[in-house]
């Protein structure tokens, strides 16, 4: 099992940036593909981002395509989400996840993900 803990959500003006961190707790970081959710107020959980174990490849939804970057750092066993240019609608509880799998591509279904951080919020005013 891993332990995930996010940090960097707060509140920002639309067009401004935010980089949230999650540190995993676990014995083999790299065994692990990372992934970003979010949960918009009223809204279900959605795939925001994903990076598979050798952080060879990402993945992203196409709402955040281009303003957003993942990252891992294996050394510190956290994984980070970069975001730019940040909108309204980017106002969620941003969830990062493990999910146990060397494969060439990162999972996007959250039933994939067997570990779940607490959640971050993310606060962007108009």
């Known amino acids: 099992q891993v332990q995930l803990v996010e940090s960097g959500g707060g509140l920002v003006q639309a067009g401004g940036s935010l980089r949230l961190s999650c540190a995993a707790s676990?014995?083999?970081?790299?065994?692990?593909?990372m992934g970003w959710f979010r949960k918009p107020p009223g809204k279900e959980r959605e795939f925001v981002a994903a990076?598979?174990?050798?952080?060879?490849?990402?993945d992203y939804a196409a709402s955040v395509k281009g303003r957003f970057t993942i990252s891992r750092d294996d050394a510190r066993d956290t994984v980070y989400l970069q975001m730019n240019s940040l909108k309204p609608e980017d106002t969620a509880v941003y969830f990062c996840a493990a999910c146990f799998a060397r494969g060439f591509y990162p999972p996007r279904a959250a039933v994939e993900y067997a570990d779940w951080g607490q959640g971050t919020q993310v606060t962007v005013s108009s």
């Open positions: 676990v014995d083999t970081f790299t065994a692990y593909a």
């Open positions: 990076i598979n174990w050798n952080g060879r490849n990402t």
